[in-house]
């Protein structure tokens, strides 16, 4: 099928080349000529595993290019719009000027019998009213609402073998011209087995506003468990096992520590909780401020607990953060907890060196402030702290026996519980996780 890709961030960049592997011929097309020119010589402009070679698997078949021009889009069967929907500056709702300037502008080169399909994360009800844009331009073409629901950093392999697709067609038609459509888009995974919904407009809509409000709660669940845990001198990760281990809770998402950041999970309950109040349902998502505030308290936790092992005070001590972006294997440093502590900390009068494999380019265009060195060793080197935030492989296999050489005071936090207490404090460490004795 002819495809085009509205949009080429971490959602269409890795989608163009996912629907350009399935068979299909894929033109992604973006406002920033940098983004472009990047994608064309088959670099990702940002960090996400298999990405790169993904795109010049690809590429080389001449079936996937980039471009600026709207143009382009015409005569594409589907066009799948793919722009961000941030956090509206100084606001909790969502900033859908992306969206609609992508619509707007992708609206008269949709032709009869074509199908605009929506996978950004929007409130409920943006649906119907683009539907209508595009029907103003071409009454003959179609809209669908198709949730994505990929990981950064897993975001190759989430999109070619999703756990589910859902549609959102007008009235969840079965028979409505953009389920064929849809389906044979995504021919190749349904045929292996992945399941497929449709729905109207709206529950479509909702489906990953709660998917990751649940994912947050759950997060946010286990991180006031880690509270408690710490006033009682209990274990969070053995709780998190032990309740983990009955299947209708699961242990996925039950990581306590610093909580959640990222691109999506906080905007998208901070925007959730905006739409519901306008739709007049806000009580409904009240428990979601609590689930925002959990995990904003964590990060001054973090704070608090250096300064403890600090012995009171933050003045001048040398800290080290491991870790900069929101998760291990992305670049991305938006609403980083890490960054979002490595900041504080300083503000209160530490030395703070924040070291990252991939993100300090990011970190730094974000927080000019504070210092960084890409180089691990030289990063640990004289710290009276050393503060493990993003728990990225290489940090996960530091040697306890090595490192103390290279400290002033060998003093560790770990804010992503991953580290193994006995090991590192048999190597004469203090050891301080969160919400575990
Ligand atoms: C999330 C959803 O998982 C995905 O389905 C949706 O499409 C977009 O939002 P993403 O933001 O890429 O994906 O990251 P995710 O893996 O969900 O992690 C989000 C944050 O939660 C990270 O900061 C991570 O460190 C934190 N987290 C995750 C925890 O603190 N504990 C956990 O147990 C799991």
């Keep these: 099928m002819k495809i085009s890709v509205i949009g080429c961030g971490y959602l269409g960049a890795v989608h163009a080349a996912c629907m ?157 011209p953009a389920v064929e459509l849809l389906d044979e888009v995504y021919a190749t995974p349904l045929s292996s087995g992945t399941p497929r919904l449709v729905a109207d407009y709206a529950t479509a809509e909702l489906v990953k506003s709660a998917a990751n409000s649940f994912l947050a709660t759950k997060i946010s669940f286990i991180n006031a468990m880690s509270e408690v845990c710490d006033a009682a001198g209990a274990d969070v990760t053995l709780l998190a096992d032990a309740i983990g281990m009955d299947d209708r809770i699961g242990r996925k998402f039950l990581n306590a520590g610093i909580g959640f950041g990222g691109g999506c999970l906080p905007k998208d309950i901070r925007s959730f909780m905006a739409r519901a109040g306008e739709l007049g349902a806000d009580q ?6 609590e689930v925002d505030d959990i995990n904003m308290r964590r990060r001054t936790r973090m704070v608090e607990l250096t300064r403890e092992i600090c012995n009171g005070t933050l003045l001048g001590q040398r800290i080290t953060v491991l870790g900069a972006a929101f998760k291990p294997n992305s670049d991305d440093v938006r609403d980083s907890p890490a960054l979002s502590i490595a900041a504080q900390l300083q503000l ?46 290489q940090y996960l296999e ?28 048999a190597a004469g460490w203090t050891y301080r996780g969160m919400g575990r004795p």
């Design 398 to 425: 530091l040697d306890p026996h090595t490192v103390i050489s290279q400290v002033r005071s060998p003093r560790i936090l770990d804010g992503r519980n991953v580290l193994e207490p006995s090991k590192w404090r």
């Design 284 to 289: 409904a998502l009240t428990f979601l401020r």
């Design 20 to 176: 350009a592997k399935l068979g299909h011929e894929v033109v992604g097309i973006d406002v920033d000529p940098h983004k472009v020119a990047e994608l064309s010589a088959a670099r990702a402009p940002f960090f996400e595993p298999g990405l790169e070679e993904l795109l010049s698997e690809v590429q080389a078949t001449g079936r996937l290019t980039f471009t600026t021009d709207m143009a382009a889009a015409a005569g594409s069967e589907v066009h799948f719009i793919c722009v961000g929907t941030p956090q509206k500056k100084g606001e909790k709702a969502a900033d859908l000027s992306y969206v609609d300037a992508a619509t707007n502008a992708l609206a008269p080169y949709v032709g009869a019998g074509e199908l605009v399909v929506g996978k950004s994360t929007v409130p409920v009800g943006t649906a119907e009213r683009l539907a209508e844009l595009i029907q103003e331009h071409q009454p003959e073409a179609h809209l669908a609402w198709n949730p994505e629901f990929l990981r950064e950093g897993h975001a190759v392999k989430d999109t070619l073998t999703p756990d589910r697709f859902v549609y959102g067609v007008p009235g969840a038609a079965e028979d409505h």
């Design 348 to 393: 209160q009068g530490a030395v703070v060196t924040v070291t990252d494999p991939q993100s300090l380019s990011n970190a730094a265009r974000r927080f000019p402030e504070l210092n960084y060195e890409p180089d691990l060793t030289a990063a640990l080197l004289n710290a009276d702290a050393v503060l493990l935030l993003t728990e990225w492989q």
